[in-house]
């Protein structure tokens, strides 16, 4: 069954490679828009009216990697990030930049198709949830907006890190194994090493604790997963 019509905004240098992953995205039903460096994609996307961006690392001028933390400055709208190298320190950059997920080059374009729908699937199943306010300490979800906060403050979080935030304020104070958290936030799509929740888990301590080295909200339970605590008044 085709997709709804959602926007794609591909961000790619390699043109024959971007074309083809336009042809195979019109083809499923998805609008398609095309950069092909990080200056033009990051116009583009300021224009507005994207829902996913595929954006790949090596750029001419801005490379994906600075992109993708100018477009999260201010937004979590889905992004995959395309990789040319197969190295773990590129996809943890990535991920800890904001991106939702990473795909390797060479890449069968199904794969494409399946991260895509996978990731857009996330986004529209936490908008469908019914509307709540959830709050844990000065820690505040807004279901109906889609929006976090804590202390009065707006949380930007992209969708992976609202998803772990949601999990973990609907389960306080109990251990959270892995596997659990994996499910709950990827579903069936996960791919990957469980490490990378780890680098999200490690980004969302980053926007929530005072030092966090040190975590005090999103604790470790050794040999477990993780558990949400409420600081010790002071």
Request: proline share 6%; charged share 30%; net charge negative.
């Amino acid at each position: 069954m085709k997709s709804a019509t959602k926007t794609i905004l591909i961000v790619e240098d390699e043109r024959p490679l971007a074309e083809a992953l336009r042809y195979a995205l019109e083809k499923e039903g998805y609008g398609v828009e095309l950069a092909h460096d990080g200056e033009a994609g990051l116009r583009r996307f300021q224009e507005g009216g994207v829902d996913l961006v595929l954006l790949d690392l090596m750029l001419p001028g801005l490379d994906g990697l600075e992109v993708c933390r100018r477009i999260r400055a201010g937004s979590s709208i889905p992004m995959i990030m395309l990789t040319a190298r197969d190295s773990d320190l590129d996809k943890v950059l990535g991920l800890e930049m904001g991106a939702d997920d990473y795909i390797t080059k060479p890449f069968n374009v199904r794969e494409v198709l399946a991260r895509i729908k996978a990731v857009l699937r996330r986004a529209e199943t936490r908008e469908e949830e019914p509307p709540a306010l959830v709050r844990w300490g000065d820690i505040s979800l807004d279901r109906e907006r889609h929006e976090a906060s804590m202390g009065g403050r707006p949380l930007h979080l992209t969708p992976i890190e609202y998803g772990l935030l949601e999990v973990f304020l609907r389960h306080p104070r109990k251990a959270l194994p892995r596997e659990y958290l994996i499910t709950q936030v990827w579903g069936g799509s996960f791919y990957g090493p469980t490490k990378t929740l780890d680098v999200h888990i490690r980004h969302l301590r980053e926007k929530l604790e005072p030092d966090p080295a040190n975590p005090v909200y999103i604790t470790t339970v050794r040999g477990v997963g993780y558990r949400l605590d409420r600081p010790a008044e002071g």
